[in-house]
C-alpha cells in the first residue's frame, strides 16, 4: 500500500541535505501511515485480605499509612490466571490532613515474580 503525500504538505518542508532530516522525514512518515498497535481490556475480578503493617504515622499535617494484602486476580483467561495467582500486594500512603489528598506508591507481585509497581 502506498501513501500518497499531499504536494502542499512537501512544498511546506524545506529539506536540507543532513542525515538528520531525512531521518526526521521518514519517521513522520511512519507516523502519518499509522502502524496499528494491538491493545485489548482485560475485565477482572480481585480479592484481597490484609491490612496495615502497622500503625498510622502522623508526620505535620500528614497521615502515612503502609499495608500488605494478598489474594487473587481472576479475568475470564484460565492460562492468565494462573500466570497471575496468588498476588501480594502492598502499598505506602501518604494523607495531606489539610487538603484531603493523597499520594503513594503500591506494588503488586504476580505468581510468575513479575512486578507491577
Do not use: E, Q
Not at 513522520?28 to 496495615?52: D, E
Not at 500486594?89 to 513479575?114: E, I, Q, R
Amino acid at each position: 500500500m502506498k501513501t500518497r503525500i499531499p504536494s502542499l504538505f512537501l512544498s511546506s518542508l524545506k529539506l536540507t541535505a543532513s542525515r538528520g532530516t531525512y531521518a526526521a522525514f521518514a519517521f513522520m512518515i511512519v507516523l502519518a501511515v499509522g502502524l496499528p498497535t494491538p491493545a485489548a481490556t482485560v475485565g477482572i475480578t480481585y480479592s484481597f485480605t490484609g491490612g496495615p503493617t502497622g500503625p498510622p504515622v502522623v508526620s505535620g499535617t500528614n497521615l502515612i499509612l503502609d499495608g500488605f494484602f494478598s489474594g487473587s486476580i481472576v479475568s475470564g483467561n484460565p492460562a492468565l490466571n494462573a500466570v497471575w495467582n496468588p498476588v501480594t500486594y502492598s502499598d505506602h500512603s501518604v494523607v495531606d490532613t489539610t487538603t484531603g489528598l493523597l499520594n503513594g506508591a503500591f506494588s503488586m507481585t504476580f505468581a510468575d515474580g513479575d512486578v507491577l509497581s
